[in-house]
């Protein structure tokens, strides 16, 4: 493997840099088909394929420095309209690209086998791709001598005879420059002069055969130069084995050149060769005296390339004085407590406590926004993949839709972004599946031909709103009560007491599915339930509304972020618990009186409204002290736009928390989010205000 | 970007001679007329290539050649020896002290320039 694929940070870079050209590529290719002549973006994407085709050759990833080198040439040949612009070709395009991603994605990995896959020689999948590029863009090949010299896969046809004297005379001076130096060295294994010759002889062998055309004198003198250059990183004595090795490669390469020079002879096997090469360059043999750790790594335990964020450099000087403010002020603390160990003014100490603390809560709410903020990604890097699937599926489907995105610049936790992707792709699928009507159809309705889907995003106080809507078909409640009771998702009588946002509830519950067969879109195994479930990992909601030939929209709300929240502190039987003070509507003291008793439930008017009422205690099956008060406190808390009363005992004050996630036997309470450390040291549960709605309904 | 290469020979019909043959195809050329202007000129500029004679004065193209090839910078360099000694021990010495080609001149424009563009990687 070539020595860059075992550096994380190169690797890495890589990576991120590859995977924004690809994004920018599919954008730039979505724009060229609305205008197929606009050269600017024709360059661009050509670019991008240039940049991937030059940092995945230095990094030896044989098969992603073709793939995109075909690429740039398809680019070229638009660029030059010796191809136009047509849906057939940008869809071929589109192919190449995913191709690319996955294998971007499976260096990612750091997963051996599959990079290994990709720096192979030969990949089917690459060939047959290539091959249909080749077939549908009528040259095939270009021509370009020096794009041939490039890639050393297309055989020169015919070798120029002044150029392959030329090459000859130089190739044997590199040869006996290498018989020298091996000789040398099989009696000086540590003459770092030789090591340099052999390498200076190996590096100009490879570039001359390079520009011949050679592949077999230029891919022997590759793998022999990257080895030697890892001897020469080593700086250790030169193993007999590997000199052993050399000394073969001198004879295939003096054969190879033989077969230049006559014109004639069948070339020999060099694969066994080459295995032996890859083999000692992946360190599962030693080069030199001592192997280095590099190897042992690569051998050992996978390097997983790191996930990785990039951060705007103000925010990191920051970071780095609010860290620095911090030590200073650990100084202050520090010198208080030794004179307060010394008896020190108590007067004067406490002022310069008091001084000390407030410098560092000021530091440590800066050093949390900053950190925050770190965390937030604009949810752009998530909506720019949708106009590709949009455009994808409706060709598919022989839909027209306009795909409408707004609040692109929203801000939103980098962990929830990438746990929305997949909800958001479902409910996008769903839209053009199942939403939008056929062109058909919508005429005969009057409707405007291209259906719309909107995607959105905003955000209101602690809250970002997702939006997706479209103007299909929408959804019956009817129809959805009477395929529930037919699925045996509820029963009948049940059914019948649900009003029509209930209904429409019913499409998140497992095993819902209103599409009257499973198409290779929607119906893949994913249904609203796993959308739903989702959503409410990440502690967020999701609503769905609908109007009958008018459109479906669903909302999903999420928490700004997951890791800072703030609480409502609160008491039952004696227990403090916090309830997120994103989901309390109101706290109320309510008259014991006022609360009644309709079939079974405890009701209360507020405003004229009916409000169900619980104890919380009950509901969490706590021991109950009943001491009855005259005036009962009241949080109303508010989910999934249903409203609920708790009645608790006690409440107290607001408090910023880090939520902590709960782990082993507890974590399945079903009543609790998490549980949060406060600043004495108490351990506060968290309830889940969605939760103990639906506890209290059934 | 053009290649910089530096042509290193005592006599000024061979440097402008050399000089114009690699212009032509398209290399960014300067010259020296020894081997210590040629070090002098290296220390302070960026070059890709170096063509050089070997018998020149105050430092002849072998001992120039050593000089660099023990400097971790200059260990790869590309340097082409282009001479009038033909013997064969010459290009030995030649090829020893770190040249990776050795011409004899006179050495026709095309090979020049090949054995150029063949140590530069494809990259011109």
Sequence with gaps: MNEFLTDPAIVGEFVTESREHLESAEQKLLQLEKTPDDPEILNDVFRSFHTIKGSSSFLGLTQLTELSHKLENVLDKLRKKAVKVTPEIIDLIFKGVDILKSFIEDVASGEEEKIEKITNSSVKEVQEFIEEINRSIEKPENTDIKEKAKDYRIKKTEVNEEEKQVFLSAAYQYLSTIRDALDGLKENPSNFDLVNAIFRAMHSLKSSSDYMGFSRIKEISRYQEEILSRVREEEKPVLPDTLNLFEEGYRLLFDLIKIVKEGKGNPPDIQEFLGKMKKLLEGKEKISEKSFPKNKELSGKKEVVEKTIRVPEAKLDLLMNLVSELVINRGAFFSISQRLDSGYDISRLSREMKEATQTMRRITAELQTTVTDLHMLPIKTLFSKFPRLVRDISREKGKKINLEISGEETQLDKMMIEKMSDPLIHLIRNAIDHGIESPGEREKKGKPVPGTIKLSASQEGETVIIQVEDDGRGMDPELIRQMAVKKGIIDRERAKLLDKKRCLDLIFLPGFSTARKVTDISGRGVGMDVVRDAVEKLKGEIEVDTELNRGTRFTIKLPLTMAIVNVLLIEVANQLFALPLSSIRETLKISSDKINKIINKEVTLLRGDLLGVVNLTDLLRLPNNKRKKEKIPVVVIQSGGKNLGLVVDELYKQEEIVIKPLEGVIADTPALAGAAILGDGKIIPILDPQQLIYMSEN | ?124
Aim: negative net charge; hydrophobic residues 40%; proline residues 3%.
């Design chain 2, 1 to 124: 970007m053009k290649k910089n290469i530096l042509v290193v020979d005592d006599s000024a019909t061979i440097r402008s001679l050399q000089a114009f043959i690699l212009q032509s195809a398209g290399f960014k050329v300067e010259t020296a007329s020894n081997g210590i202007e040629a070090l002098e000129k290296l220390y302070c500029g960026n070059f890709d290539l170096i063509v050089a004679d070997i018998n020149m004065p105050k430092m002849d193209g072998l001992k120039m050649i050593e000089t660099l090839r023990k400097q971790d910078i200059y260990r790869d360099l590309p340097i082409i020896i282009v001479t009038s000694e033909e013997d064969k021990e010459d290009r030995e010495k030649g090829l020893k002290a770190g040249a990776n080609v050795y011409l004899v001149k006179p050495t026709d424009p095309k090979t020049l320039v090949m054995n150029v563009k063949m140590l530069l990687d494809g990259e011109f």
